[in-house]
């Protein structure tokens, strides 16, 4: 049973930077394609950024295009998402998940707990 577990989370002002990661356990990801989603409360759970099994193909929302990076490392069964020129609009609880490709949360199997991301203004 593979576990996903975030890090990276917290508090940051407008315009500035934060890393999130993703660690996995139980189990190799390497096989599998891997996201980031994001929710606020009272909200469904938004695809935020997704990558191949291999990291060869990435795929982002339109919102966070150009300012987030997904990236991935096998060897460490690690993933994550460098998030640039934050804004208050992205305050909301980040989940990594492992499963398939695309951007509908059924296409994964995994999830982390979250993390939370506040933007302050």
């Known amino acids: 049973q593979v576990q996903l577990v975030e890090s990276g989370g917290g508090l940051v002002q407008a315009g500035g930077s934060l890393r999130l990661s993703c660690a996995a356990s139980?189990?190799?990801?390497?096989?599998?394609?891997m996201a980031w989603f994001r929710q606020v409360p009272g909200k469904d759970r938004e695809f935020v950024a997704g990558?191949?099994?291999?990291?060869?193909?990435?795929s982002y929302a339109n919102s966070v295009k150009g300012r987030f990076t997904i990236s991935r490392d096998n060897a460490k069964n690690t993933m994550w998402l460098q998030m640039n020129s934050l804004n208050s609009e992205d305050t909301a609880v980040y989940y990594c998940?492992?499963?398939?490709?695309?951007?509908?949360?059924?296409?994964?199997?995994?999830w982390g707990q979250g993390t939370q991301v506040t933007v302050s203004s």
């Open positions: 998940a492992l499963g398939s490709t695309g951007s509908g949360p059924s296409a994964y199997e995994y």
């Open positions: 139980g189990g190799a990801i390497g096989n599998y394609g």
């Open positions: 990558i191949t099994w291999s990291g060869s193909y990435t």
